[in-house]
C-alpha cells in the first residue's frame, strides 16, 4: 500500500501579523518558528507519512496552518472558507495538491468555515461554530457529508478559537478534552481523557497510524496520555502556539483508501 500523505506549508516570514482572537500578540522568532515546523515535519515522516510541503508566502502571515483551508475524508476533500478574509487566499495551492488525491467540494459563501473546527471522529463528524464557523456552513457540511454516510453534529465552542482547541481524538473511541471549552455530553459515545487542569491548552493532539505528536509544553497531561496506553511523541511548538497555532493545524492528513 502506498505511504500516506502529509500537506505541509514553510512557515511565512510575516508570521508574526497573523490573526489572533484570543492571545495576547507576542513577539514570535520566525527562525526558531521553521526549526519547530522542520521539527514536526521530521515527526509526521517518521511515522511513514510522505511530506509534501508547500513553499511559503510572505503576503499570507496565517499559511502554515494548512488545516483550516480543508477537511479530508476518504471520500472526497471539502475546501473551506475560512472565517478570517485574511486567510482566503492560501485556498489554490492547497486544492492543486489536493486534487490529485480526492475529489474537492468547496464550501460557498455565505458560509464561513475553518478546518481547526471539524472534529471526524469515524463516521461522526462534529463541526464548531465558532468566531470563525457559522451556521451556513454546517447546513453545508450535512449536505455533503450525510449522502455519503456521515453524521454532522454542531457543536458551540466557548474560550477557544477552534473546536479541535478543546477536543482531539486520541485512539478509537477516545477523545482528549478540556471540559472548560467544550460540553462534553455531546460527545456521550465516547471515552473521554480531560487535560490537566493546569494546562488549559492540552487538549490538541495529532493522531497518526502508530503515535500522537503532543506539544512538550504540557507535560502533565502528556502523563495521562501516556497512562492510556498511547505512544506519544512530543514536539516542541512554543513559537507557533502565539500565533494561536498547535499541532493538529499544521498538516493536513491524506490517507490512502
Given at each position: ?14 508570521i508574526a501579523s497573523c490573526e489572533l ?19 514536526y515535519e521530521r515527526a509526521l515522516a ?144 465516547f471515552d473521554v481523557i480531560a487535560v ?62
Amino acid at each position: 500500500m502506498p505511504s500516506p500523505l502529509a500537506i505541509t506549508r514553510a512557515v511565512s516570514s510575516a508570521i508574526a501579523s497573523c490573526e489572533l482572537t484570543h492571545l495576547e500578540r507576542v513577539p514570535i522568532d520566525v527562525t526558531v518558528a521553521r526549526a519547530q515546523h522542520q521539527q514536526y515535519e521530521r515527526a509526521l515522516a517518521e511515522s511513514g507519512y510522505i511530506v509534501e510541503r508547500l513553499d511559503a508566502d510572505a503576503s499570507l502571515p496565517d499559511s502554515v496552518f494548512v488545516e483550516d483551508i480543508a477537511v479530508v475524508f476518504d471520500e472526497l476533500a471539502i475546501l473551506t472558507r475560512p472565517g478570517a478574509e485574511s486567510r482566503r487566499a492560501e485556498t489554490a495551492p492547497v486544492a492543486a495538491v489536493l486534487a490529485r488525491h480526492r475529489r474537492c467540494e468547496t464550501i460557498q459563501a455565505p458560509a464561513t468555515i475553518d478546518g481547526g473546527d471539524v472534529l471526524v471522529a469515524g463516521r461522526r463528524v462534529f463541526v464548531g461554530r465558532s468566531s470563525r464557523t457559522n451556521d451556513a456552513a454546517v447546513v453545508q457540511m450535512e449536505r455533503l457529508l450525510q449522502p455519503i454516510g456521515y453524521s454532522v453534529t454542531a457543536v458551540t465552542v466557548d474560550g477557544c478559537l477552534h473546536l479541535k482547541s478543546a477536543v482531539t481524538v486520541v485512539d478509537e473511541r477516545l477523545l482528549l478534552v478540556n471540559p472548560e471549552w467544550i460540553d462534553v455530553d455531546t460527545f456521550d459515545d465516547f471515552d473521554v481523557i480531560a487535560v490537566d487542569p493546569g494546562e488549559p491548552m492540552a487538549a490538541n493532539a495529532l493522531r497518526l497510524r502508530d503515535r500522537i505528536v503532543f506539544p512538550s509544553a504540557f507535560p502533565a497531561t502528556a502523563q495521562r496520555l501516556a497512562r492510556r496506553g498511547l505512544r506519544l511523541q512530543t514536539v516542541d511548538a512554543s513559537e507557533l502556539t502565539k500565533a494561536e497555532g498547535a499541532v493538529t493545524c499544521c498538516s493536513l492528513i491524506v490517507e490512502h483508501r
